[in-house]
């Protein structure tokens, strides 16, 4: 019976060649658009579950208010994590990763690698986390100082084999350190919130270990099993009564915790699930850039929607070609065919018709998967398809599109009167269906909401590149780790100065771009620090060339200058801070910083007034930042002109490698760092636009299908019309307008859901583009214009023909 059913689906897709192949490719770009989607959402959602322990690990996250700043922080202090273990039975264990010491230089052979991907970790880290050993014994491998433990990559990298234990690797730490590698274990997947190819002994860290106010840890506790998150962070306000506070009061006035927090100050500390930290953890000392769970929903809701309106063209040909399929229902019913024998029969087209298209698909996803990879930053393959989670999946779809498209086709088709059918008295049904409209509104609604999404993520995205940022980012060469150069770096940055069209430099360690180094301080008004006076704020070493290499402006007095030796003890603070601090004129006030637990604050007078200027993302407001001078020459950033960059690049290499052959030379350009930090904006703006334009093709292709079976079926009539006097305007125009009028309703459905949707997503910046009406009018008439465009084809074809065989033809 089955093989009945699927000669004769073969036989009618074969029939109506012209429906089917819009069906397949329209069912086809749909089901690949959804494959690719797919295949992004799971990979996002799979990130850090692959620990055995994934669902008891947390991240102790802090977040602080002073003086009327506030930090919303990633890490923790690092004495917390012993503690809580200590104090609380429900911890079984923790440990810590220490990444701002940055990159490491390593030593291969002669010459060094700037290596990114580096940390300095506890000896309990493998106690927490699961990354399988290839050699080794990970729980002991970082228990003594100068150790490390390298990733098989890593491993043959260095030694070009896996076969390492005892051999050592020289690093650049201290004018030279030698680490013996204890163990090696398995690359590090992909999908998770950090990944190193190196994991350095912490007894290797140079801190001041034991200071509970400073934050500077990735914190990881791994709760006992029954835990719950919510249970044991009920612990922390204890935690800060005994550890805290009492550090607090030792260089800040402080009598009690209920005092602190009366002055609108506070410090809490709550737990993120590890599983939850890629896609919804934005916060300061990321380890990595995440990504954000609204991407996640919004791409999901594109693919659902992608292919709901391929099945969506599925059913609006298959019901509106129901006069065509009448005469063959009533004839079968006649003969005999019960109705389930009938729905058996059109759901066997159906589902042919999505075995074929998937397997285009597949075909089509292949063909797409390296512009996918490059667009998303991902590095799918083929082979994920088959995975034996994502096979049965496979396996399931087509039987889900072929339910989904043809189910409803199924049961109109085989519901018609023989009697009825045979008299031939179904022929103006055929024309007109609520449903058929209704599904029309849904498609071209869907691709309004699409066009609008997309214009506001790239306004978005173009507002960013083009707002006053307060500094110049365009043409300044940043050179990482100058640092190395130790006593030669002064004569590699006079030697690069002296270079035709260099225009200055500057120490920037600390640069307005995330990620960076960062400094955060505690400061006070007055001598004697107290809940009231103290603040928090950034603190940046910098030297006298910073502020107009970078293109900052002075608000009020002066910058750093040589000719004043007292400029060691002075500061210079942003707007936000002269606001925060209520001064009308802060210039020779003096502030006083406490650089430790034990340090009596040092006076700082502010000799000058930077405005303010975007130090971190767009999403976040711009807070209190100083500078002092020192030195921070970890990196040098050159201000160079436009027209000379290749060449003045070249030359700087040059220099560096006459001056230190033995170190890599590595650089970057600021604006290129800039826009980094909007990457996963940019990758969705990207992928946005592109599956809007599937969307909208997919959805033409159906308008196109019911224009073209429409205008057939009123080949009489427009042959009738144009023997009495009608025009081709006239004939279009009666064709188009029961379409045109269906976008126009779908605009009306599409706007507000757009504008909710677009607001709420531009609320995750605190500096944002405006929500104009003119977008919400430009996307529904760039639908009107597509789907007229797509009608027109047909009704002027239908127009043009000649009324004499039209008629000829009945």
């Not at 689906?9 to 329209?26: D, E, H, M, P, V």
């Not at 607090?248 to 410090?267: P, T, V, W």
């Not at 006239?730 to 677009?758: E, H």
């Amino acid at each position: 019976m089955l093989l009945n059913y699927l000669k004769l689906a073969w036989r009618n897709l074969l029939k109506y060649r012209f429906f089917t192949a819009l069906n397949i490719t329209g069912l086809s770009i749909g089901v690949a658009c959804f494959l690719l989607i797919t295949l992004f959402v799971t990979d996002e959602l799979s990130f850090d579950r692959f620990h055995d322990h994934a669902g008891n690990i947390y991240r102790v996250d802090a977040d602080i208010v002073f003086g009327g700043s506030s930090l919303a922080l990633a890490v923790a202090s690092d004495p917390m994590g012993e503690a809580l273990r200590k104090d609380y039975p429900e911890v079984q264990g923790y440990t810590r990763i220490y990444t701002s010491n940055g990159s490491k230089l390593i030593k291969k052979g002669n010459v060094f690698i700037n290596e990114d991907d580096v940390a300095h970790v506890d000896s309990t880290f493998f106690d927490i986390f699961t990354y399988p050993a290839i050699s080794g014994d990970t729980r002991k491998a970082l228990t003594e100082p100068n150790t490390v433990v390298l990733t098989e990559s890593a491993a043959r990298k260095y030694f070009g084999n896996t076969d390492v234990l005892g051999k050592m690797l020289e690093t650049n730490d201290a004018g030279g350190t030698l680490y013996k590698v204890t163990a090696v274990i398995q690359d590090m997947p992909r999908n998770a919130h950090f990944y190193f190819d190196f994991l350095f002994s912490m007894k290797n860290v140079q801190y001041d270990f034991g200071n509970y106010l400073s934050h500077n840890f990735s914190t990881y506790l791994l709760l006992r099993p029954g835990t719950t998150r919510k249970a044991f962070e009920k612990h922390f306000p204890d935690y800060i009564n005994k550890y805290v506070f009492p550090q607090a009061a030792q260089f800040m006035q402080l009598k009690s915790i209920d005092e602190f927090e009366k002055s609108g100050n506070r410090i809490s500390y709550q737990l993120t699930p590890l599983t939850d930290i890629h896609l919804r953890s934005d916060r300061m000392a990321e380890i990595r850039v995440n990504s954000n769970i609204q991407y996640v929903y919004i791409f999901s809701a594109v693919a659902i929607f992608t292919l709901l309106i391929a099945c969506v063209n599925f059913m609006n040909l298959s019901t509106a070609r129901s006069a065509n399929r009448a005469k063959e229902v009533g004839i079968r019913k006649v003969l005999g065919s019960e109705r389930k024998t009938l729905i058996r029969q059109f759901l066997t087209e159906s589902g042919l018709l999505a075995v074929i298209s998937l397997v285009i698909a597949i075909v089509l996803t292949w063909v797409a998967l390296p512009f996918f990879n490059s667009l998303a930053g991902k590095s799918f393959r083929l082979t994920d398809l088959v995975r034996p989670d994502f096979l049965l999946f496979l396996v399931l779809l087509p039987v889900f599109i072929g339910l989904m498209a043809g189910l409803y086709p199924a049961f109109y088709l085989s519901s018609f009167n023989p009697i009825t059918v045979l008299k031939g008295k179904l022929n103006a049904g055929a024309r007109r269906s609520g449903l058929r409209s209704t599904l029309v509104v849904f498609q071209f609604a869907t691709s309004i909401i699409l066009i609008v999404g997309t214009i506001v993520v790239y306004r978005q995205l173009n507002f960013i590149q083009n707002k006053k940022i307060g500094f110049n980012k365009d043409q300044v060469l940043v050179i990482n780790g100058t640092g190395a150069l130790d006593a030669q770096y002064r004569a590699f940055r006079n030697e690069v100065e002296k270079l035709p069209g260099v225009l200055g430099s500057t120490m920037s360690g600390y640069l307005p771009v995330m990620p960076g180094a960062r400094s955060d301080q505690t400061f006070s008004k007055e001598s004697v620090m107290d809940p009231r006076n103290g603040f928090n704020m950034q603190c940046w070493r910098i030297d006298e060339n910073y502020i107009p290499t970078l293109g900052m402006e002075m608000k009020a007095g002066r910058n750093f200058s040589r000719a004043f030796g007292t400029d060691s003890s002075g500061i210079i603070i942003n707007e936000s801070t002269a606001a925060l601090l209520g001064y009308a004129d802060p210039v020779g006030k003096i502030l006083y910083s406490a650089d430790g637990v034990n340090s009596e604050p040092g006076p700082h007078t502010i000799i000058g007034v930077v405005k303010d200027f975007h130090f971190a993302s767009l999403k976040q407001k711009i807070g209190p930042l100083s500078f002092v001078l020192g030195n921070a020459n970890w990196a040098t950033s050159f201000k160079v002109k436009a027209a000379n960059v290749k060449d003045i690049l070249n030359k700087v290499q040059k220099i560096w490698t006459g001056m230190a052959p033995q170190l890599p030379f590595s650089y970057q350009f600021l604006d290129e760092s800039f826009s980094n930090m909007y990457r996963a904006e940019q990758r969705a703006g990207k992928i946005a636009l592109v599956f809007s334009v599937l969307a909208i093709l997919i959805a033409c292709l159906g308008l196109f299908g019911l224009a073209s079976f429409m205008a057939e079926q009123r080949t009489k009539e427009i042959g009738v019309r144009k023997v009495l006097g009608a025009s081709v305007q006239d004939i279009v125009g009666m064709l188009s307008k029961d379409f045109l009028l269906l976008v126009v309703i779908s605009s009306v459905v599409a706007v507000p859901l757009a504008w909710y949707g677009m607001h709420r997503w531009l609320e995750d910046f605190a500096y944002r583009s405006a929500l104009p009406a003119w977008i919400f009018v430009a996307a529904a008439i760039a639908a009107l214009l597509i789907a007229l465009i797509t009608i027109s084809f047909q009704a002027i074809k239908a127009a043009l023909a000649n009324p004499v065989s039209s008629l000829r033809s009945e």
